[in-house]
């Protein structure tokens, strides 16, 4: 799986809009992106993933460039309840060809949403 | 419905000491992941059972980790002789059937602290 590169940490104003990046330049053609995050003392979450069109979700939007090199997880309206650690995670999906199934997390972004 | 539950949730051990740990999946959900999170880091995976069969232990560290999943649904993850640096949290993740979103639900893992 590709690796990809995350800020350790952000802050965001409660109410307003998290624009967490991430760096995934040697990213394959069949690769997804996904993201998780990790409230304290809890299990990762799914949030959401994508190949190349942007998505979006009850919980979040995924922009992804163009060149697929790098995306943006919006928070639209973060609130206290949002302060995690966000994983952006490149993998192939299940059924394709060399695909896995097990996520590759990195050290994530700890996202600080304050009033 | 309920999420993934794991047991204990807290488990200290003297160095030496076997431990056992569970996990119980999401009813109905064939593929199982068990990750090891040491602090400050994010998960990494240990190994993956799709129903009972152990398709991928690539991630254990030693021949001292052990899981098992006899009839698909519970697994146990099984540390024999624990040392110090197996001190860490110990997530496990199910995932149903079909490749929609490929998401894994994961428990609230168990925190594993060896004297």
């Known amino acids: 799986d590709a690796k990809t590169t995350q800020p350790p940490s952000m802050d965001c104003a409660e109410g307003r809009a998290a624009n967490l990046p991430c760096n995934h330049s040697t990213i394959s053609g069949n690769e997804y992106v996904y993201w998780y995050r990790q409230i304290h003392s809890q299990g990762p979450q799914y949030i959401i993933h994508g190949l190349k069109n942007n998505e979006t979700n009850e919980m979040a939007s995924l922009i992804i460039t163009e060149d697929r090199k790098s995306s943006t997880l919006i928070l639209p309206h973060a609130t206290l309840r949002d302060t995690a650690v966000y994983y952006c995670i490149v993998r192939v999906a299940p059924g394709v060809t060399g695909g896995g199934n097990k996520l590759t997390f990195g050290t994530g972004t700890q996202l600080k949403v304050e009033l | ?115």
Do not use: M
């Open chain 2, 1 to 115: 419905g309920a999420g993934v539950s794991q047991s204990p949730r807290y488990k200290v051990a003297k160095r030496g000491q076997d431990v056992a740990l569970r996990c119980d999946p999401i009813s109905g959900h064939v593929s199982l992941f068990w990750y090891q999170q040491a602090l400050g880091q994010g998960p990494e995976f240990l190994t993956y059972f799709q129903n009972e069969a152990q398709l991928d232990k690539s991630g254990l560290p030693s021949d001292r980790f052990f899981a098992e999943r006899p009839e698909g649904s519970v697994s146990t993850l099984k540390i024999q002789r624990t040392q110090q640096e197996d001190s860490a949290v110990y997530l496990c993740a199910s995932s149903p059937p079909g490749l929609a979103t490929n998401e894994q639900f994961f428990g609230p893992g168990t925190r594993l602290t060896v004297l």
